[in-house]
Each structure stands twice: as structure tokens, then as C-alpha cells.
T-cell receptor
């Protein structure tokens, strides 16, 4: 069965520090997608990135970067020069094919607190 | 503005009552989903629908029911059979891959959620 593990339940850092959120996944599919979502205190999940299993290039978007390594089944997320607005719960998710439908399997989430 | 709306934002219900949560989208997406989130937990899939008039059970469908009579709408009913309904409920939609198993896998976009409390 598909599984996503986010071992870090909570992380607290001081503003401007770099922080990395870990995500490890398990799947028997050869084609799959990985996602990161941000959940601010308002509750809505905000899509951050989607990566397919054939693309291991690292991705950078402003202060955000993602490191995908199939060899270790990891898809880690780094925030550089963190800001208070980055405080949220972050979820890693893995897509699971089911008769043509895309289903997401979520990790437990990492609560990130950026202190001023 | 295109997006997903859920109403109400907060909902209180007495034990033994059924309650329906609304989810509407104007993104012209085929697929819609309902998730449940408990404190400190990830999201768990309740039901999903790939096309109108069709839906499938997710991992925790017991005590819930859905309908998909219109493409834009996917209401969720929490029945009195649901033993522990207090939770945060999130609706999502995606472009959808249809019944063809070779279809694309699409990004799910989420609504703002409904927080249900059973008194």
C-alpha cells in the first residue's frame, strides 16, 4: 500500500533561518506524482508543487526548493530565509491510481512555526 | 473568480441528526473529492467522484453519503451512523482523468473547509 511519512511533527525556527521538511514515501507504482501543500491557520490547503516520478530535477521557486531522490524515496522541501508568513502545517502527498482516478495519500503533516 | 466554495464554515449539530455539507466549484472540473481531517492528522479520503452521477467510496466512507447530480456540486451528508463526526471537512476538485486508466493524474485544489462540531 502507498504510504507517506513526515517524521517531523513540529519544527520551530527563528525568522531568516533555512528549514527543511522531510518526506519519505512508499509505492509499488512506477509512475506516480508527489505533491506538497501548505495549510495556513485559515484551514484551506494551498497547492505548492507537483512532481512526477520521471523528473528528478530539483525545483526552485523563490525561497522554496524541492529535492526529489528516487533512490531514497524522498521528496524534501526547503524554505530559505524563512519568514513569519511561512508558519503553517505542510503536507506531503503521493498520488495513487485507482481505476483511472487519482487518489492522494497524505502524510501526517509538519507544523512549522517561524518566530520573529 | 474561479474556485471552490464550501458552506457553512462552521456547523454545529446535535447527536443523532444528519447534516449536509455543501461543496461547489466553477472550475469546470470533472473530479471532486471529500476529505476528513482530525486534529494533528493528515487528510483521509471519504468519497470521490470522477463524473456526474458516479462516485466511489474512499478509505473512511462509513457513516457518510454523497450525490453528484451536477458537475459543479458534490454535497456530503454526515449521517447519524457516523460515530465520531466532529472534524474538519475539506472538499477538493481536479480536472479529472475520466474512466480511462491511461488518463493524466491531476492536481487537486481545495476549498476553505467546513468545521463540524457535534454537541
Amino acid at each position: 500500500a502507498q504510504k507517506v511519512t513526515q517524521a517531523q511533527t513540529e519544527i520551530s525556527v527563528v525568522e531568516k533561518e533555512d528549514v527543511t521538511l522531510d518526506c519519505v514515501y512508499e509505492t509499488r507504482d512506477t509512475t506516480y506524482y508527489l505533491f506538497w501543500y501548505k495549510q495556513p491557520p485559515s484551514g484551506e490547503l494551498v497547492f505548492l508543487i507537483r512532481r512526477n516520478s520521471f523528473d528528478e530535477q530539483n525545483e526552485i521557486s523563490g525561497r522554496y526548493s524541492w529535492n526529489f531522490q528516487k533512490s531514497t524515496s524522498s521528496f524534501n522541501f526547503t524554505i530559505t530565509a524563512s519568514q513569519v508568513v511561512d508558519s503553517a502545517v505542510y503536507f506531503c502527498a503521493l498520488s495513487e491510481a485507482d481505476q483511472g482516478a487519482q487518489k492522494l495519500v497524505f502524510g501526517q503533516g509538519t507544523r512549522l512555526t517561524i518566530n520573529p | 473568480d474561479g474556485g471552490i466554495t464550501q458552506s457553512p464554515k462552521y456547523l454545529f449539530r446535535k447527536e443523532g441528526q444528519n447534516v449536509t455539507l455543501s461543496c461547489e466549484q466553477n472550475l469546470n472540473h470533472d473530479a471532486m473529492y471529500w476529505y476528513r481531517q482530525d486534529p494533528g492528522q493528515g487528510l483521509r479520503l471519504i468519497y470521490y467522484s470522477q463524473i456526474v452521477n458516479d462516485f466511489q467510496k474512499g478509505d473512511i466512507a462509513e457513516g457518510y453519503s454523497v450525490s453528484r447530480e451536477k458537475k459543479e456540486s458534490f454535497p456530503l451528508t454526515v449521517t447519524s451512523a457516523q460515530k465520531n463526526p466532529t472534524a474538519f471537512y475539506l472538499c477538493a476538485s481536479s480536472i479529472g482523468s475520466g474512466p480511462d486508466t491511461s488518463g493524466p493524474r491531476d492536481t487537486q485544489y481545495f476549498g476553505p473547509g467546513t468545521r463540524l462540531t457535534v454537541l
